[in-house]
């Protein structure tokens, strides 16, 4: 039975959901104690892959990290833990997914799953070129065949297939298609009077769709497709466009709604053609748009100006180090971190604690018997 779960409303403690649903599904149905997950994105979910390529797109310096356990900066573009950091502590793993360019990502430790993410990059592959090295979505799906492969020399063809089969998958890209491609400042001036916005749009979804169904042919069932957040409202474009404190790029935003409509369509799509899927469709985009909007609401002062910063009235106008910066004295009140990534505190809320096991049964009971939730939960 194909299902589709579209969830198009946030409250704070409940966007992880789809997310920490999906986990314990796959727990009760395998009879393991926790799911494999394999994580697909960029510089959001980042947990370090960028530390081993050569790029302008890294974080593996202080102040990165100052919240991260022992303050170590991994390579993480935050000051403490990512999205999936937080989820997997809310599902039990006692560590972190480790990033797969990492020397020690070998043996069983592959089994629990792999964070493929990286900085920079995007859907497609000429995207975030500016920064050098990345990790395009293709090569990432690439380096999943390579863990495939690896996972059967440990366990065999048919239990690789069970493992695969039962694993969550998390895909989280497009920003930087946007921010770091179709909308860079004066340099895609000529591609923007030459392919209007839905063109770029539909080259988007087209890719993507060839990407997911890729994932699929190799084995993925289970696969949470993460939307685009408002781009428009981080520290870096307010700095670039000088915006207001509350003023953002509508057309940015506009733009990345758009995408997100045909994206909520291509799961839909995906869900309905591909035998014995499960997608789920995270609409972030809300939950981080109420944040911005309702920020006092959340518990922060500032919505609008990066906590770790050099030049610019919000911040943005360069990135969190290497090199003197200033941090703010508390960070738990800024939702951003830097010029383009929220903070820990902002990832708590966005993930949403999940201390229930009824709550996690009851998630689970609805994704098992293919019931579509719309609205709040």
């Known amino acids: 039975m194909n299902s589709f779960i579209y969830v198009t409303h946030f409250t704070p403690r409940m966007i992880a959901f789809v997310f920490v649903g999906l986990s314990f599904m796959s727990a009760l149905c395998s009879g393991t104690e926790f799911p494999t997950v394999f994580v697909f994105g960029d510089s959001l979910l980042d947990p370090g892959n960028n530390d081993y390529i050569i790029t302008l797109s890294r974080a593996n310096h202080p102040p990165n990290g100052i ?13 403490g833990r990512t999205i999936v950091d937080i989820i997997g502590n809310e599902v039990g793993f006692t560590g972190f997914l480790p990033p797969y360019l990492a020397p020690n990502t070998t043996g069983r430790v592959v089994l629990q799953g792999v964070n493929y993410a990286s900085g920079a990059s995007g859907i497609l592959k000429e995207t975030g070129a500016l920064f050098g090295g990345r990790i395009e979505l293709d090569e990432q799906i690439d380096y999943f065949a390579n863990t495939k492969k690896y996972i059967i020399s440990i366990l065999g063809t048919q239990n690789a297939a069970n493992l695969i089969g039962k694993a969550i998958f998390t895909v989280s890209m497009g920003s930087n298609d946007f921010l770091n491609n179709y909308l860079i400042p004066i340099l895609s001036e000529p591609k ?6 839905d063109v770029f749009v539909d080259k988007l979804i087209s890719k993507y769709s060839l990407q997911l169904t890729r994932l699929y042919s190799m084995g993925a069932h289970k696969i949470v497709v993460v939307n685009v957040g408002p781009i428009g409202c981080i520290p870096y474009v307010k700095d670039i466009l000088n915006l207001g404190r509350y003023g953002c790029l509508e057309i940015a935003n506009q733009i990345v709604q758009r995408f997100n409509e045909r994206l909520k369509d291509l799961v839909a799509e995906l869900s309905t053609n591909l035998k014995g899927s499960l997608f789920v469709y995270a609409d972030a985009y809300r939950i981080v ?59 708590v809320i966005i993930t949403g604690p999940f201390g229930s096991l009824r709550n996690l049964r009851n998630l689970w009971k609805l994704q098992f018997l293919g019931i579509n939730l719309l609205g709040s939960v």
């Open 192 to 197: 923007r009077a030459l392919i209007p916005p």
């Open 67 to 79: 919240d991260f356990p022992n303050q170590v900066p991994t390579g993480r573009f935050t000051n």
């Open 289 to 347: 748009n109420d944040i911005y909007t309702n920020y006092k609401r959340y518990g922060f002062d500032v919505p609008d100006a990066a906590c770790c910063y050099l030049l610019g009235h919000h911040g943005g106008i360069l990135p969190c180090g290497p090199g003197p910066v200033k941090v703010c004295a508390d960070r738990s009140k800024y939702i951003f971190w830097d010029a383009y990534h929220p903070s820990e505190a902002a990832n």
